[in-house]
């Protein structure tokens, strides 16, 4: 039987929660398949999340324009620029993946802490950031854009042998994560957003610091 959108919002949100636990699960199998992440498994995730919620847009591309994120200055792309910018994310997340062939490796296997291993730790952190911040800009679904978006960054972490993290964005944490992302919108500096999502690892790790390297892009 296929679900149809409550008309409760009390059972809508709670149908969205279970969803991102549904999601959550998607992405820790699909990190350990080591699979290809791709723009197909971004919209899986966002699936995975409204299949039960809002099954119209579980998946799909929005059909229809948005005239500013919540919180935010950003006016994303008009809707019939969305196939394209994908395919473009798509063509990105190829390169990354490829130069990142032996990084779950040098990440698992590890020692110490030695130069190749925290640079590598670097690459990975700005694969998640770039994935996190297109799909934000694009605002590629009509609803839950932000929650795909962090998914996709955990898968990406997952993948490599790291663990999924946390980004808080309540109160004045949301303000400097939006701050984050208005960065990269404005100069395509990738600092503070590469900053909060490396605290979020040392958080996950029992406050254990990485010497990261944070150049930026």
């Known amino acids: 039987m296929i679900a149809t ?32 992440i791709s723009v197909d498994i971004l919209c899986k995730i ?14 799909v591309f929005r059909d229809e324009d948005i005239s500013r ?5 950003h006016v994303p792309p008009h809707w019939r620029q969305i196939p394209s910018l994908m395919r473009e994310m798509d063509e990105k997340m190829y390169g990354y993946v490829a130069d990142l062939t032996l990084a779950e490796g040098l990440i698992q296997h590890a020692k110490d802490e030695s130069a190749e291993f925290l640079k590598t730790i670097e690459s ?14 694009i605002h590629p679904f009509r609803d839950g854009n932000g ?36 960065q990269i919108d404005k100069y395509e500096d990738y600092e503070p957003l590469l900053n909060l999502m490396a605290e979020g690892l040392v958080d996950r790790y029992g406050g254990v610091p990485m010497r990261l390297v944070k150049d930026g892009k």
Not at 46 to 59: K, L, R, S, V
Not at 69 to 73: L, N
Not at 159 to 172: A, D, M, P
């Open 69 to 73: 994120i919540s919180g935010s200055d």
């Open 5 to 36: 959108r409550p008309k409760a919002k009390k059972e809508m949100q709670e149908r969205e929660v279970v969803g991102v636990f549904r999601a959550s699960r998607f992405v820790r199998e699909y990190a350990k398949s080591h699979g290809q």
């Open 147 to 182: 929650r795909t978006a962090r998914l996709a960054a955990n898968l990406i972490l997952e993948r490599y042998g790291l663990i999924g993290i946390s980004i808080k964005i309540e109160r004045e944490n949301k303000n400097r994560y939006c701050d984050a992302l208005a």
């Open 46 to 59: 966002h699936a995975n999340i409204f299949e039960e919620a809002w099954p119209e847009i579980a998946g």
């Open 124 to 137: 990975v952190l700005k694969f998640a950031a770039y994935v996190h911040h297109a799909i934000t800009y």
